[in-house]
């Protein structure tokens, strides 16, 4: 990851842009110490997930609707008596 201090990221912004699309995520630093990380939209939507529900993921699914499917549930203790 390429790092830009403050004020070279700020007057060359299109460049750190154009990098974070070529090269990957560039590193902004303040004082040597990293404040910042420019992601191309890409590498965003891979972090951030595809924003879909639960449900409807769930609604995807081959077993949805499913009318014989059965979760058998386990009636053991989950700790012994007496303790």
């Given amino acids: 990851m390429h790092a830009w ?4 990221a700020k007057a060359r912004l ?3 842009v154009k ?3 070529t090269q990957g995520p560039q590193e902004i630093t303040v004082h040597g110490r990293s404040v910042a ?6 590498d965003f939507d891979k972090l951030s ?4 529900s ?3 993921f769930m609604r995807r699914s081959p077993l ?3 009318e ?3 979760f058998p549930r386990d009636d053991s203790p989950t700790r012994e008596e007496g303790l």
């Fill in 64 to 66: 949805a609707g499913d």
């Fill in 37 to 42: 990380v420019v992601l191309s939209r890409a």
């Fill in 49 to 52: 997930g595809s924003g879909e």
């Fill in 54 to 56: 639960l449900v409807a």
């Fill in 68 to 70: 014989d499917l059965a």
């Fill in 14 to 16: 299109s460049e750190v």
């Fill in 5 to 8: 201090q403050m004020q070279e």
């Fill in 19 to 21: 990098a974070a699309g």
